[in-house]
């Protein structure tokens, strides 16, 4: 069990001055429990997380600055600066910065599962990164990637 220390985590820092490249995004964990798991992503724009699901994980963003396009359960949404976005587990869900714009957010999910490792796995497979193993890797962590519905949806 991870114990987890008072105090507070500056706004440049992480948890053990990690910071992750997630197919073009920046991810820099700020606390990992056996509960939950958070992090800062940066989004530049044309990036994104395509559909998927996390079985065992609820999932929370607030966005900072910037605005997402979100695919949830099959709708689309809009999440701007000061909204709070609820992604609940066995819910499929895509994440997209289409805009011209870095978009800056705090992630969470609880309890923790294995999305920490993923994280480590994914760092710096880069944007030419195989598909397959990105699937792969993913549901070996609990992350389901959905095939795609077509070929706009990253666009």
């Known amino acids: 069990m991870t114990v987890m220390e008072p ?11 990690i910071s992750w490249n997630i197919l ?7 606390q990992k429990t056996e509960d939950c798991f ?3 992503a940066t989004f530049p724009p044309g990036t994104f997380v395509p559909p ?9 963003l607030y966005i900072l ?3 997402f396009t979100f695919l949830l359960d099959g709708k689309e949404l809009i999440g701007e600066p000061g909204d709070l976005v609820k992604l609940p587990r066995g ?21 923790s599962g294995p999305l920490y490792d993923l994280f ?4 710096n497979m880069g944007p030419e990164a195989d598909p397959a193993e990105i699937v792969a890797v ?12 077509d070929s706009e949806a990253a666009s």
């Open 65 to 67: 600055e910037g605005r």
């Open 24 to 30: 073009g995004q920046t991810y820099v964990p700020k």
């Open 38 to 40: 958070s992090w800062h």
């Open 7 to 17: 105090g507070i985590v500056k706004s440049r820092e992480g948890l053990d001055n």
């Open 138 to 149: 993913s549901a070996a962590h609990a992350i389901d990637f959905l095939p795609p519905e």
């Open 91 to 111: 819910i499929p869900h895509g994440i997209f910065n289409k805009t011209d714009g870095t978009i800056k957010t705090l992630f969470w999910v609880t309890p």
């Open 52 to 60: 998927h699901i996390h079985p065992d994980q609820d999932e929370f």
């Open 120 to 123: 480590w796995e994914l760092h």
